[in-house]
């Protein structure tokens, strides 16, 4: 199986979660014979080639990260350019977000659905997983440890050619944390995550609160 | 306040909801886009890490951010495209991040970023074209608790009347 893939996220491939992701997916893919070509829809002067290959390609994988509950603006001005294949392609997701829960991926997920129809594309459906923020924030082992579990999926997609197993199913986690792990998840964002959080700001040069309101 | 953000180039949409809003003395403000330059949102993080409240790109979306901390409700005007909101009404959501932060919390059984301002803005969405209406109520829905806020409703550019009897 020779797959396009397109990696759907606005940020630069170099910080770029979904790229990351993608590292391990495609390598779990590829353990199973399976061939790809990836492009960032990020650069814009890959957009004219990404276009032929859609043409061109009869398997198709876009990786999304969940922008306000659906998929981001950049992408959509990207779609908009496709003329609509006539059913002869099947089109998969991988769709991922912050927040750990997988329900808050599901609205996102329901127009993956809509889009596939409007592209003419038969669904292969979508691997739902939150929980990624932190990607962009570690280097080695510790970045290995978010990613890595999207190697095995990589291998699923490879043999199956769509995301419509239980393995797959279940790979999402939970729909909603227990109230023991959201009372120790809160307590955790009060706390530890505040300090956090502004040691990155720091990291980065910020020099006002992380509350600020510019705009009062 | 009601802001209203065209993205459209229709401009009769927006005199259309002029007279209707007049009518009703409806204190709005009215943002034509087709005159400004708005990018999509990039990604960066940089409004809740590195510039709290503020976006890195710097193109005429300032505005919106500015007049949103004071909006009772916010009205995108878009075109549609693939089921959804094209690109540029899209891009208006997207954009709107800087006004969470980075902290988080549980509103119910869900995480949410906690928000910037004290004000909450209500959502609701003007269309033109032939979108999924029930995908596209159901997502404004949710996009709104983004924001801990509500929806205002999804309505043609044939239903004026019914949007601007949910302006106040």
């Known amino acids: ?216 | 306040m009601v802001l209203i953000v065209n993205t459209t180039f229709d401009r009769s949409i927006t005199d259309e909801l002029k007279k209707q809003m007049d009518s009703r003395n409806i204190d709005a403000k009215i943002i034509e886009t087709d005159s400004l330059r708005i990018s999509p949102c990039i990604g960066c993080n940089f409004c809740w890490l590195k510039t709290p409240g503020e976006c890195s790109v710097k193109d005429d979306y300032e505005i919106i951010l500015k007049n949103l901390p004071h909006a009772d409700q916010m009205w995108v005007i878009s075109d549609t495209a693939l089921g959804f909101l094209d690109h540029k009404g899209k891009n208006i959501y997207d954009r709107i991040i800087p006004i969470g932060t980075m902290y988080l919390k549980f509103v119910g059984n869900q995480m949410r970023h906690v928000p910037r301002y004290d004000k909450r803005t209500d959502v609701g969405i003007i269309y033109t074209g032939n979108p999924d209406v029930e995908y596209l109520k159901k997502w404004n829905t949710r996009a709104a608790l983004n924001f801990e806020a509500g929806s205002l409703g999804v309505f043609s550019t044939d239903e004026i009347k019914e949007a601007v009897s949910c302006m106040c």
């Open chain 1, 1 to 216: 199986m020779h797959v396009l893939i397109i990696n759907g996220s606005p940020r630069i491939k170099a910080h770029s979660n979904t790229d990351k992701i993608l590292e391990k997916f495609t390598k779990g893919m590829t353990s199973k014979a399976a061939t790809f070509k990836q492009y960032e829809i990020s650069d814009r002067k890959q957009w004219d080639d990404i276009r032929k290959a859609f043409d061109e390609s009869s398997e198709i994988l876009i990786a999304i990260p969940l922008y306000v509950e659906c998929i981001p603006g950049l992408l959509i001005e990207f779609l908009e350019t496709l003329t609509p294949k006539k059913g002869d392609a099947r089109i998969s997701f991988i769709l991922q977000g912050g927040f750990a829960e997988g329900i808050q991926l599901r609205c996102g997920e329901e127009y993956l659905k809509i889009l596939s129809e409007n592209l003419g594309c038969t669904y292969g459906g979508t691997l739902v997983k939150g929980d990624n923020f932190s990607i962009r924030f570690f280097e080695g082992e510790q970045r290995d440890k978010i990613t890595s579990r999207y190697e095995e999926m990589g291998c699923e997609y490879a043999v199956n050619g769509n995301f419509h197993s239980e393995k797959c199913r279940k790979f999402t986690g939970p729909e909603i944390l227990s109230a023991p792990v959201r009372l120790f998840v809160g307590l955790l964002q009060k706390t530890l995550a505040k300090k956090m959080f502004a040691r990155i700001a720091e990291g980065w040069g910020c020099t006002k609160p992380l509350d600020y309101r510019p705009y009062q």
